[in-house]
C-alpha cells in the first residue's frame, strides 16, 4: 500500500512539474528570484523536519559548513537522483565539517516516507509555505527550484548553484567546497 501511494505521489508530482514547466522559459527557471548575495549573511530559516527533531534551524550548524539544497519534490526522479548523490557522498561531506540540509515543499510526513524509501541519512525540511524558498530565490509558483547554497561555519554565503544537473551536481558541490575550504 505504501509502494502504491508512494507511485502515486510520484506520477501526480512529475505531472505536476512537467505542466508548470511548459509555462516557464528555462532562464526563469533558473533563477527564480532575486537571490541572496554571496558574501553577506545567509537567511536564517527555521522549519520542521522529518528526523523527529521538531525543527531545524541555519544557526544550529554554526562552525560547520552547510549545503542548503532546494528541490522541487520528493519521489520524482531527478529529485530522487539528486538526494541519492548526496547520501552517497555523506561520507565526504562529513569529513570536510559539511551538513547536508533538503528543502522542498512537501510535507514532513512525505519526506519520511522518501527517506525511509531511499535510505537518506540526512535532514529534509518541509517548508511548506514556500517562505523559506522564496527567501532563496528558489520559488517557482507551488514548488522548490533545483537551487544548491554553500553557507559558510559563520553563515556566510559563499556559493550558489542555479539549475542544477542531478546525476553530477554532488560532485560540482563537492568540488566547490575543496576550493572555499582552502582558500
Known amino acids: 500500500m505504501m509502494l502504491r501511494r508512494a507511485f502515486f505521489k510520484s ?8 505542466v508548470m514547466s511548459l509555462a516557464v522559459t528555462p532562464s526563469a527557471c533558473a533563477l527564480g528570484g532575486t537571490q541572496p548575495p554571496l558574501n553577506q549573511p545567509a537567511p ?6 522529518n528526523t523527529g527533531d521538531g525543527e531545524i534551524s541555519l544557526s544550529d550548524y554554526r562552525g560547520q559548513w552547510v549545503v542548503v539544497y532546494f528541490y522541487p519534490k520528493d519521489f520524482t526522479s531527478g529529485c530522487t537522483l539528486e538526494a541519492r548523490r548526496f547520501q552517497q557522498d555523506l561520507p565526504k561531506y562529513q569529513a570536510r565539517n ?30 511548506v509555505g514556500g517562505n523559506v524558498s522564496k527567501a532563496y530565490g528558489s ?38 567546497l575543496d576550493e572555499l575550504q582552502a582558500a
Open 98 to 127: 559539511t551538513q547536508i540540509l533538503g528543502i522542498s515543499a512537501d510535507d514532513v510526513e512525505s519526506h519520511a516516507e522518501f527517506c525511509d524509501s531511499e535510505g537518506l541519512r540526512f535532514p529534509l525540511l518541509a517548508d
Open 11 to 18: 506520477f501526480i508530482a512529475c505531472c505536476l512539474v512537467w
Open 139 to 176: 520559488w517557482l509558483n507551488v514548488v522548490s527550484l533545483r537551487h544548491t547554497y554553500i553557507i559558510d561555519p559563520d553563515g556566510m554565503m559563499r556559493a550558489r548553484f542555479l539549475g542544477v544537473k542531478p546525476a553530477i551536481h554532488s560532485t560540482e558541490v563537492l568540488a566547490t
Open 44 to 49: 536564517n530559516f527555521t522549519l520542521p523536519t
